[in-house]
């Protein structure tokens, strides 16, 4: 596709749920990012690939978030035992994989935990 | 800490209006630069870029911004603005050589016809 594809764009699950995000990247992207966009605060990151492997997940608040990126393309963020406090926009981005590269954002899923 | 401050939480304009949006940021070391915009129902989108060379960069639709080291800033600028860049804006920072992306709070721009 001509861009980040993320489904669902819209998740609803109950506290206590797991729940996967999937991320599609530009197609010969090696780097991808995954964000946090609570309401009225800017993206926050989370973690980073380059190719298959986590590169930086400094970002994932604690050991209820995972991601996984096993052939370098698609990539799946992971929540368990969902918290009401989870409830977020999850934003994917990729870029080419140098530092000069800019990042093209996904629209994001949007998930609610009742 | 690294960090990113946008001061200007909601602005309210008339079209023909100048704008100016700050940023400030900490961060030490080289320090790459950008503005994206969110307008309503759309996914983020860079305005502009700054790494290296002309401090007064310019990007898409009429913006610009200037990278102001003494006073780490990077202030997004357009002389007229139009009802269209209605949106939210968003100032950002990555240190050279790590990507992650540190956002500001953003900034809602309303521009009254």
């Known amino acids: 596709g001509a861009g980040v594809s993320q489904t669902p764009s819209n998740k609803v699950t109950e506290k206590g749920k797991y729940v996967e995000l999937r991320c599609d990247p530009i197609?010969?992207?090696?780097?991808l990012y995954w964000y946090r966009q609570s309401l009225g605060q800017g993206p926050e990151f989370l973690i980073y690939?380059?190719?298959?492997?986590?590169?930086?997940d400094s970002g994932l608040p604690n050991d209820r978030f995972f991601a996984v990126r096993p052939e370098g393309s698609v990539s799946t963020l992971k929540i368990q035992r969902t918290e009401r406090g989870d409830s977020a926009v999850y934003l994917c981005?990729?870029?080419?994989?140098?530092?000069?590269?800019?990042?093209?954002f996904g629209a994001g899923t949007r998930l609610s935990v009742l | 800490a690294q960090s990113v401050s946008q001061h200007n939480h909601h602005v309210i304009l008339s079209e023909a209006a100048s704008l100016e949006l700050g940023c400030n940021y900490s961060?030490?070391?080289?320090?790459?630069l950008f503005w994206y915009v969110q307008y309503p129902g759309q996914h983020l989108q860079l305005l502009l870029k700054?790494?290296?060379?002309?401090?007064l960069v310019k990007g898409i639709k009429g913006f610009e911004a200037e990278f102001i080291k003494s006073k780490f800033s990077f202030n997004l600028r357009k002389p007229s603005v139009q009802w269209s860049d209605t949106a939210e804006y968003f100032c950002?920072?990555?240190?050279?050589?790590?990507?992650?992306?540190?956002f500001g709070t953003g900034t809602r721009l309303t521009i009254i016809p």
């Open positions: 700054y790494f290296s060379g002309d401090p």
């Open positions: 961060y030490g070391g080289t320090v790459n």
């Open positions: 950002a920072a990555t240190n050279f050589g790590n990507e992650k992306l540190t």
């Open positions: 197609s010969g992207h090696t780097a």
């Open positions: 690939f380059q190719g298959t492997g986590a590169a930086d």
């Open positions: 981005a990729s870029s080419p994989g140098s530092s000069t590269d800019i990042q093209y």
